[in-house]
């Protein structure tokens, strides 16, 4: 099946400083990805979409200068979280839709997480 | 806010046959029925989608009530590995908008 891959898996750094987390698509090509992320014992909540070549477009609530994506290639997006505080702390996912359609047309593959703790 | 409703919780034995069912009582005409499953710190596993027709992969089977406002999640044999929040979405069938909302889920536990 489709692979989706994130790095890193984990990330733990200090108050203030910047954290890079990549979504990779390992054999096929994503024209979109979406980020998620996921505090302990709830549900995902979507972020913001991803399409490459053009601007991610941010849900409700989220803000895009604290939270940076690129999104540059059909096979990689980057989620940036700048200034992280200890509430960023969390799960961050991503998940890439392949426009071939391994399983059908619209399916959506998820990677394995990264887990960032911001201390 | 989520389109569906399904328990918190259930329980099921091993080897046994789980059954979870979903409500999505406002679902329109283009909207399909996905599952997806996550299991503890991992991201989640898509499962089964379908429209109207009960439909089966390696996985699972997908039952939808004729009105489809409700469907069941059949996993036939359920292993220890099956424990995770199996979590029932009603999506677009395309468009601009291929966005997944998730919902609370159902917590299946499968106890030997």
């Known amino acids: 099946g489709a692979v989706v891959s994130q790095h890193p898996s984990r990330v733990i750094c200090k108050s203030g400083t910047s954290v890079k987390i990549e979504c990779r698509s390992l054999?096929?090509?994503?024209?979109?990805m979406f980020w998620y992320r996921q505090f302990p014992k709830q549900s995902l909540m979507l972020m913001a979409t991803?399409?490459?070549?053009?601007?991610?477009?941010?849900e409700q609530g989220v803000e895009k200068d604290k939270f940076l994506i690129n999104h540059a290639s059909l096979t990689l997006s980057t989620l940036t979280v700048t200034s992280a505080h200890p509430e960023d702390s969390s799960f961050y996912i991503c998940?890439?839709?392949?426009?071939?359609?391994?399983?059908?047309?619209?399916?959506?593959?998820f990677g394995p997480g990264t887990r960032l703790t911001v201390l | 806010d989520a389109k569906t409703t399904q328990p918190t919780s259930m329980d099921c034995a091993e080897g046994r046959a789980a059954n979870l069912p979903c409500n999505h009582s406002?679902?329109?005409?283009?909207?399909?029925v996905y599952w997806y499953r996550q299991i503890h710190s991992q991201g989640p596993q898509y499962i089964i989608h379908?429209?109207?027709n009960n439909e089966t992969n390696e996985m699972a089977s997908l039952i939808i009530t004729e009105d489809r406002k409700s469907s069941t999640l059949i996993l036939p044999h359920a292993t220890l590995r099956d424990t995770a929040v199996y979590y029932c979405?009603?999506?677009?069938?395309?468009?601009?908008?291929?966005?997944?909302?998730f919902g609370k889920g159902t917590l299946l536990t499968v106890n030997p």
């Open positions: 991803s399409n490459e070549g053009s601007k991610a477009t941010y």
């Open positions: 979405i009603v999506r677009d069938s395309g468009g601009s908008n291929y966005k997944l909302t």
């Open positions: 054999d096929f090509q994503a024209t979109t």
């Open positions: 406002t679902i329109s005409g283009n909207e399909y």
């Open positions: 998940s890439a839709r392949d426009i071939f359609g391994r399983v059908s047309y619209n399916e959506q593959f």
């Open positions: 379908g429209l109207k």
